[in-house]
Every structure is written in C-alpha cells, then in structure tokens.
C-alpha cells in the first residue's frame, strides 16, 4: 500500500506571494491532519480534515486554511507568506481519525520563503 | 492548552549502550502518547506508543514508560545500534486527533 505523498517537495516563494500544498493519504484513510514543523517550536497542528470537514483547528492565523476533497486528497493554503512560514510542513494520515488512531506521516513540503 | 517538554534536545550514545528520553505533559487529560523516529528527509514515523490506562509497553530493543500521576513518560531503546541515530519525537493527545508533540530530541549512536 502507498504511503502518504506531499507534493511539493521542495518550495521557494517570496514575501506577500501565496502557496498551495498536496497531500495524498494513504488508500482508505479518511483523515488528514496537517503539522509545520520548525527548529524552534517543533511539530505544531495546524488542522485537520474529515470527511471534507473542518473538524479540528490549532492556533494559526487565517492566512493559514485548507480543504480536502472527496477522495481525502488535501490541499492546505497559505496566503501573504512571511519569513517566518518558512518550514517543513507534513501531513499526516489515519483511518478515522478517532482517538488512539495511528498516524501516517507523509515526507514533508520545505518551503522556503525569501 | 496541552504542553509537552521532551529532554534532553540531544543525546550521543556509543553503540550497545541504552538511550532514554524523557517527557512531561501539562494536561492530565491526555490518554494516547506515542513516540515517533524521524530521520533525515522523512517525515515521523510511529515506532511505539502507550495508552494512560498502561504503565510500560515493550517492543524488542524499544521501550516506553508511563507516570500518570506525575506526567511523564519515557523512552527507552536498548542495545544501540548506528541505525537508531535518528530525531525522536514524544507526542501527547486527549482525542480528538490532536496531538502535541515534544521539541525532539537527536540522538547519536557512535559506532
């Protein structure tokens, strides 16, 4: 079974520019969550996605939105970037997203913004 | 919110000699806490998780403890092996599919 797929892989925009990143889970799974990771603040929620449904929201601001489509694909969007966007963002994969559910990284999109 | 702190931020070990991470969590809520290995260009990956209702769970050369009444829980990897050098990552969760994860930590085996 295929794993989850990012793409991207590698990103580089400028300041004010904004930028769509895929996610493909893995064959069945439902659900989607979506993670930056930085070296200062780690691996940080950013949301997650069922059923085409906004169902769970970490702390970023607005410029920071998704979606997901039918087939579970997701996409998440970042709008007027800043430096500070510059990160690996991962999705992250489950069959339900229920509690105590295994989660499936997928590789990561690097952005990089100038 | 939920708080995780993972120690140490590194941490080099000669090979066959044992690693422990440590973690504490702020939200006494939290019931799922699974640990992940990240190496370099990929993203996480589950290697062991714990469940609140269980204080150890062993799996091979991996293992992980947990302290409910003190928030903490350990990882523990045996019998090191150049392989194992990888970033390790603790994460908490009280359902709802939302984790919070731990700084990482980047661990070192030294032939």
């Known amino acids: 079974k295929a794993g989850v797929t990012q793409t991207p892989r590698y990103l580089i925009k400028t300041r004010g520019q904004q930028v769509t990143l895929s996610c493909s889970p893995i064959?069945?799974?439902?659900?989607v969550s979506w993670y930056q990771q930085t070296p200062g603040q780690g691996l940080q929620f950013l949301f997650e996605?069922?059923?085409?449904?906004?169902?769970n929201k970490g702390n970023f601001p607005g410029r920071f939105s998704g979606r997901q489509f039918s087939n579970s694909r997701s996409e998440m969007n970042v709008s007027t970037l800043e430096l500070g966007d510059s990160a690996l963002y991962l999705c992250a994969s489950s069959l339900l997203g229920q509690t105590l559910e295994t989660q499936y990284f997928g590789p990561g999109t690097r952005l990089l913004v100038l | 919110g939920e708080n995780v702190e993972q120690h140490p931020s590194t941490l080099s070990v000669q090979e066959g000699d044992s690693a422990v991470i440590k973690c504490t969590y702020s939200d006494s809520a939290s019931n799922y806490f699974p640990w992940y290995k990240q190496e370099l260009g990929k993203g996480p990956q589950l290697i062991i998780d714990i469940r609140s209702n269980v204080g150890e769970k062993k799996d091979q050369r991996i293992a992980v403890t947990l302290n409910k009444t003190a928030k903490h829980f350990s990882l523990h990897i045996t019998e090191t092996q150049p392989e194992d050098s990888a970033v390790y990552f603790c994460a908490a969760s009280r359902g709802r599919n939302q984790f919070y994860f731990g700084t990482g930590t980047s661990l070192t085996v030294i032939p």
């Open positions: 996605y069922f059923s085409e449904t906004q169902r």
């Open positions: 064959s069945g799974h439902r659900s």
